[in-house]
């Protein structure tokens, strides 16, 4: 029970338990003193009365300062589902729910670490356990060395590499320690140049670059919005059928500049747009770890569009397909 928890201020909540025991111990002294009872026994019952008064008032006020204490404990074991009662409107309540955010913001942050480990140990065993799958036939002679052994090989090294520079990317990004390098660029060279570089190692797959005006420039680092379109091409490649067409675009106004990347695959289901930029979530149809993704390319996009203040976002394209969004504020002609 918490009788004092209305009042606003830790002072004023001081000042009732105060007034509480002097009242009490007046009106325990003067009906002792009508009575007739010994001067020494209404001092004693007016002093325990007070001191129970005070206990009363006193153990509203500091509860939550013991449950933060015990909670603290808790956490430091590694538990960090326990809360703290909240409901006291002054500084100990204010403290009370910082606590809560406090936990809650640990607790999803130690989620979302057992949930990294857990996947980069899946991520990495996968391409190990093929190379050593792949030596072993070597060493034993089951398997001659030959062109598409070592191209295989050569796959499953490369995605090792491409996991642990994104990984590396994207702990650099969580940590702020990658500052933007902001210049005034043209989008077509840049849009161009992701497209060239894709083209190395898309041949069955059409890409085409529509900037309009053509002149378009943007204010931001380059190299990081570069990364942000070759991440958007290569996941639009990886999940285009042979022969078709991924288009890279640009536009914009006096406001905004929008780029988007549109292929002609089976899409994200409308109930997993909002999960795709989370680290290592694929949909089920459209982001399989066969096809040689890792999962952190969109998280990474996602946090370089943040840094910029813009916004990154999935659309559905008729008849199928997908469509990414990224929007960055402030164009100059």
């Given at each position: 029970m918490?009788?004092?928890?209305?009042?606003?201020?830790?002072?004023?909540?001081?000042?009732?338990?105060?007034?509480?025991s002097?009242?009490?111990?007046?009106?325990?002294?003067?009906?002792?003193?009508?009575?007739?009872?010994?001067?020494?026994?209404?001092?004693?019952?007016?002093?325990?009365?007070?001191?129970?008064?005070?206990?009363?008032?006193?153990?509203?006020?500091?509860?939550?300062l013991?449950?933060m204490?015990?909670?603290?404990?808790?956490?430091?074991?590694?538990?960090?589902?326990?809360?703290v009662?909240?409901?006291?409107?002054?500084?100990?309540?204010?403290?009370s729910?910082?606590?809560?955010a406090?936990?809650?913001?640990?607790?999803?942050?130690?989620?979302?670490?057992?949930?990294l480990?857990?996947?980069?140990s899946?991520?990495?065993?996968?391409?190990?356990?093929?190379?050593?799958?792949?030596?072993?036939?070597?060493?034993?002679?089951?398997?001659?060395?030959?062109?598409?052994?070592?191209?295989?090989?050569?796959?499953?090294?490369?995605r090792?590499?491409?996991?642990?520079?994104q990984?590396?990317?994207?702990?650099?990004?969580?940590?702020?320690?990658?500052?933007?390098?902001?210049?005034?660029?043209?989008?077509?060279?840049?849009?161009?140049?992701?497209?060239?570089?894709?083209?190395?190692?898309?041949?069955n797959?059409?890409l085409?670059?529509?900037?309009?005006?053509?002149?378009?420039?943007?204010?931001?680092?380059?190299?990081?919005?570069?990364?942000?379109?070759?991440?958007?091409?290569?996941?639009?490649?990886?999940?285009?059928?042979?022969?078709?067409?991924?288009?890279?675009?640009?536009?914009?106004?006096e406001?905004?500049?929008?780029?988007?990347?549109?292929?002609?695959?089976?899409?994200?289901?409308?109930n997993?747009?909002?999960?795709?930029?989370?680290?290592?979530?694929?949909?089920?149809?459209?982001?399989?770890?066969?096809?040689?993704?890792?999962?952190?390319?969109?998280?990474?996009a996602?946090?370089?569009?943040?840094?910029?203040?813009?916004?990154?976002?999935?659309?559905?394209?008729?008849p199928?397909?997908c469509?990414?969004?990224?929007?960055?504020?402030?164009?100059?002609?």
């Amino acid at each position: 029970m918490r009788p004092l928890d209305p009042l606003s201020s830790i002072k004023t909540k001081l000042g009732v338990v105060i007034v509480a025991s002097v009242a009490v111990t007046v009106a325990v002294h003067t009906l002792g003193i009508r009575a007739g009872i010994p001067l020494f026994v209404v001092g004693g019952a007016s002093g325990a009365l007070s001191l129970l008064m005070v206990q009363f008032l006193a153990h509203g006020m500091t509860s939550p300062l013991r449950e933060m204490a015990a909670a603290a404990k808790t956490m430091a074991r590694g538990d960090y589902s326990k809360r703290v009662t909240a409901t006291s409107r002054d500084e100990v309540g204010d403290l009370s729910r910082a606590f809560n955010a406090m936990a809650s913001e640990l607790e999803q942050v130690e989620r979302m670490r057992r949930d990294l480990v857990a996947n980069v140990s899946h991520e990495l065993r996968t391409p190990i356990s093929a190379l050593q799958a792949v030596l072993e036939n070597l060493i034993d002679g089951v398997e001659e060395p030959d062109p598409v052994t070592f191209t295989t090989m050569h796959e499953q090294v490369r995605r090792l590499g491409r996991l642990v520079s994104q990984l590396l990317d994207l702990s650099r990004l969580e940590s702020g320690a990658v500052p933007l390098q902001r210049i005034n660029f043209r989008l077509e060279d840049l849009l161009q140049q992701a497209v060239r570089e894709s083209k190395l190692h898309s041949h069955n797959v059409h890409l085409t670059v529509d900037v309009r005006p053509p002149d378009l420039s943007a204010d931001g680092d380059p190299e990081r919005v570069h990364q942000v379109v070759a991440n958007l091409i290569e996941n639009a490649v990886r999940h285009s059928p042979a022969d078709a067409e991924v288009s890279v675009s640009a536009y914009g106004d006096e406001h905004r500049v929008t780029i988007e990347v549109a292929d002609e695959g089976p899409g994200i289901p409308q109930n997993e747009a909002g999960r795709v930029f989370e680290r290592f979530y694929r949909a089920d149809a459209a982001r399989s770890s066969t096809q040689g993704g890792t999962g952190l390319g969109l998280a990474i996009a996602r946090w370089i569009v943040d840094l910029h203040g813009g916004e990154i976002r999935v659309e559905s394209r008729e008849p199928t397909g997908c469509r990414m969004v990224v929007e960055f504020p402030g164009i100059a002609p």
